[in-house]
């Protein structure tokens, strides 16, 4: 598992953001189009691809793309 | 003393007994004065429903009510006749429809839907049901009133559920068996915990309804000794909202 597919795969789930806002470091709370449709569209996201199951109080500490990596891979 | 809304003398099946909603309708049935008949499939939990029911002479069965099998082996447990039916058993899951899958659709019919609807049949092809009987199915907000982000499945299966109540209501109109629904808001129950919803998001939640809060488990166990009791004979085909004003909005 890289964290180049994990942030295509968290892209994915975004229709209107450019491809380059999408870094390790981006804090995705911040992006324009992100809304609570998006948050559960990447815990959906996560749940199906990478088989891991994040509650929303485990996210709810966690402001980048990297950070949110790093937690499914420990809960892998 | 016996009011209209005792259910002393009748014998009631609750199914998804062994916690949230379905516990709270067996306690309250027994403390109506009724003899319950509890279900579920987890042994633990329903052994602990089981011991907080007031009375003598209930009967818990584990059954899991997903497959035909499972709701005969239930049924060889009536022996007699019901007086009443709340069918209780169900799961919540949110996931946007983009991410649902086959078996996510097969799953939420099977425990939400089927499982009642194949319950409710089989209890009237084996002429379980008493003239004058009393059958309650769990509807909700959601699938019938209105929606929710990740709700689409959920929404589904309740919009069946309604569904199967009307017509049902007509045909056993002649044996004088009442079929309704309770449509209830969010009710705080261990469905909602653990979920995709975080606890702030359930506290903001909270405040879009009018009574500022959401159901007590009980508050839909009262309901349910109301449409089972004969206070309510002339009640047939309603679907029963309680949803602290929510849907006014």
Same mark, same amino acid.
């Given at each position: 598992?890289?964290?180049?597919?994990?942030?295509?795969?968290?892209?994915?789930?975004?229709?209107?953001?450019?491809?380059?806002?999408?870094?390790?470091?981006?804090?995705?709370?911040?992006?324009?189009?992100? %809304? %609570?449709?998006?948050?559960?569209?990447?815990?959906?996201?996560?749940?199906?691809?990478?088989?891991?199951?994040?509650?929303? %109080?485990?996210?709810?500490?966690?402001?980048?793309?990297?950070?949110?990596?790093?937690?499914?891979?420990?809960?892998? | 003393?016996?009011?209209?809304?005792?259910?002393?003398?009748?014998?009631?099946?609750?199914?998804?007994?062994?916690?949230?909603?379905?516990?709270?309708?067996?306690?309250?049935?027994?403390?109506?004065?009724?003899?319950?008949?509890?279900?579920?499939?987890?042994?633990?939990?329903?052994?602990?429903?089981?011991?907080?029911?007031? =009375?003598?002479?209930?009967?818990?069965?584990?059954?899991?009510?997903?497959?035909?099998?499972?709701?005969?082996?239930?049924?060889?447990?009536?022996?007699? $006749?019901?007086?009443?039916?709340?069918?209780?058993?169900?799961?919540?899951?949110?996931?946007?429809?983009?991410?649902?899958?086959?078996?996510?659709? !097969?799953?939420?019919?099977?425990?939400?839907?089927?499982?009642?609807?194949?319950?409710?049949?089989?209890?009237?092809?084996? $002429?379980?049901?008493?003239? @004058?009987?009393?059958?309650?199915? /769990?509807?909700?907000?959601?699938?019938?009133?209105?929606?929710?982000?990740?709700?689409?499945?959920?929404?589904?299966?309740?919009?069946?559920?309604?569904?199967?109540? $009307?017509?049902?209501?007509?045909?056993?109109?002649?044996?004088?068996?009442?079929?309704?629904?309770?449509?209830? @808001? !969010?009710?705080?129950?261990?469905?909602?915990?653990?979920?995709? /919803?975080?606890?702030?998001?359930?506290?903001?939640? $909270?405040?879009?309804?009018?009574?500022?809060?959401? @159901?007590?488990?009980?508050?839909?166990?009262?309901?349910?000794?109301?449409?089972?009791?004969?206070?309510? !004979?002339? !009640?047939?085909?309603?679907?029963?909202?309680?949803?602290? =004003?929510?849907?006014?909005?």
């Amino acid at each position: 598992m890289e964290i180049k597919q994990f942030i295509a795969d968290f892209a994915d789930q975004f229709d209107e953001t450019e491809l380059n806002e999408f870094q390790p470091k981006t804090e995705f709370r911040e992006l324009e189009e992100w %809304s %609570s449709l998006a948050g559960l569209a990447i815990l959906n996201m996560i749940g199906k691809k990478y088989g891991v199951k994040i509650s929303a %109080s485990e996210i709810k500490g966690i402001d980048t793309i990297e950070a949110l990596y790093n937690l499914v891979l420990s809960k892998k | 003393m016996k009011t209209i809304f005792s259910l002393e003398g009748k014998v009631i099946l609750i199914t998804g007994a062994s916690s949230g909603i379905g516990k709270a309708v067996a306690l309250q049935c027994a403390a109506a004065g009724a003899t319950c008949i509890i279900t579920a499939r987890n042994e633990m939990r329903l052994q602990e429903t089981f011991d907080g029911l007031r =009375g003598e002479g209930h009967k818990m069965v584990l059954a899991d009510l997903s497959s035909l099998l499972g709701v005969n082996i239930l049924l060889s447990h009536i022996l007699g $006749k019901i007086d009443g039916v709340v069918a209780c058993a169900g799961i919540v899951e949110t996931k946007i429809l983009k991410f649902t899958e086959e078996e996510d659709l !097969m799953r939420l019919f099977d425990t939400n839907a089927f499982s009642s609807i194949r319950l409710i049949r089989e209890l009237v092809q084996q $002429k379980k049901l008493q003239n @004058g009987a009393s059958v309650v199915m /769990i509807s909700s907000i959601s699938g019938t009133k209105c929606g929710y982000i990740g709700g689409a499945l959920y929404g589904a299966t309740k919009g069946a559920l309604e569904g199967f109540a $009307k017509a049902t209501a007509l045909e056993l109109s002649p044996q004088r068996i009442r079929v309704n629904t309770i449509v209830p @808001g !969010m009710i705080e129950t261990p469905l909602l915990e653990g979920s995709e /919803i975080g606890s702030e998001e359930l506290e903001v939640d $909270k405040l879009r309804y009018p009574l500022k809060r959401y @159901g007590h488990p009980d508050e839909i166990g009262y309901a349910s000794v109301y449409l089972l009791s004969d206070a309510t !004979m002339w !009640m047939t085909g309603t679907s029963l909202l309680i949803d602290g =004003g929510y849907t006014l909005n």
